[in-house]
């Protein structure tokens, strides 16, 4: 059995969640020649490192699923996988806008907190990408009628 | 015509307005959730929750015609997801460095009512028993 066609949402999901993961490790503040990554408890780690797991668990169910062998559930918690990555992406997209927003004087911001945020905006595209490709199930659509 | 709301709605509300109430107070030191370098980050779950909240109470005071279906999730899917990541955001700060303050800890105790009520209502919801789900049909 091979790995399955990737589609346009896909590939968005799987480079967002790389630059999430990447990025996490570069300067996220910087305070002269001090920096610290989205890692260190200067950044409120875990808050900071949240966005990046949110977007690992994307790429990883985009991947396994794609890529390799599963049996992963349809639905968790009765939601379907298209509205798990809908609530991850826009929830890590929501985070790291606020980490962009928030004051930091007399700190700056990093190249990492930049790519995190590119990273989150790509993850909540890809979801949103990714129901229109496929339609949510068990969401808004109509029933097929019954021949009966 | 007044509505008398459910165990679950009555938890969504007083979470809602307990995690808004304790954004007031002291979050870390002598700042609030909307205080330098908290605000945002610190005011997302108060913001989260108090929009729950109204929302709930709209629904249930003021027959208030809500979308049926937002962005196809169910209302107890909204719930239990925002609920979900307010409360996660909440532990997440319990884990920051720094001593936490009074608003802290009733913003915690809020998340955990808000997700807790997120959590009922869901269980009482017919979305609980799985996406396509249809029931039998005579046929």
């Given at each position: 059995m091979g790995a399955k066609k990737l589609?346009?949402?896909?590939?968005?999901?799987?480079?967002?969640?790389?630059?999430?993961?990447?990025?996490s490790f570069l300067p996220f503040y910087k305070l002269g020649d001090f920096s610290e990554s989205a890692w260190s408890k200067v950044s409120l780690f875990p808050i900071s490192w949240f966005p990046?797991?949110?977007?690992?668990?994307?790429?990883?169910?985009?991947?396994v699923t794609k890529l390799g062998r599963s049996n992963l559930p349809t639905s968790v918690l009765g939601?379907?996988?298209d509205q798990v990555h809908l609530a991850l992406g826009s929830f890590a997209a929501l985070t790291m806008l606020c980490f962009l927003i928030r004051s930091v004087d007399p700190v700056e911001r990093g190249i990492g907190l930049f790519l995190m945020v590119l990273g989150s905006i790509a993850l909540v595209v890809g979801a949103v990408v990714r129901t229109k490709e496929a339609p949510l199930a068990g969401g808004a659509g109509p029933v097929p009628p019954s021949p009966f | 015509m007044t509505t008398t709301p459910s165990t679950p709605k009555i938890l969504l509300m007083a979470?809602?307005?307990?995690?808004?109430?304790?954004?007031?107070?002291?979050?870390?030191g002598e700042t609030s959730a909307w205080g330098e370098g908290a605000f945002p980050i610190a005011t997302l779950p108060a913001l989260l929750g108090a929009a729950i909240a109204v929302v709930v109470a709209l629904a249930t005071f003021a027959n208030a015609t809500l979308s049926e279906r937002p962005m196809g999730f169910t209302w107890?899917?909204?719930?239990?997801?925002?609920?979900?990541?307010v409360a996660l955001q909440m532990v997440g700060w319990l884990i920051t460095e720094g001593d936490k303050e009074a608003g802290f800890f009733l913003m915690f105790v809020g998340a955990g009512v808000l997700f807790a009520g997120a959590l009922m209502h869901f269980r009482e919801s017919p979305a609980a028993a799985g996406p396509g789900t249809a029931p039998p049909t005579p046929f």
């Open positions: 589609t346009t949402s896909d590939i968005i999901i799987l480079a967002g969640g790389g630059v999430m993961l990447i990025a990046m797991v949110f977007g690992l668990v994307m790429a990883g169910h985009v991947a939601l379907t996988w | 979470g809602g307005a307990v995690l808004l109430l304790g954004s007031f107070l002291d979050f870390a107890s899917q909204v719930y239990v997801v925002v609920g979900s990541f």
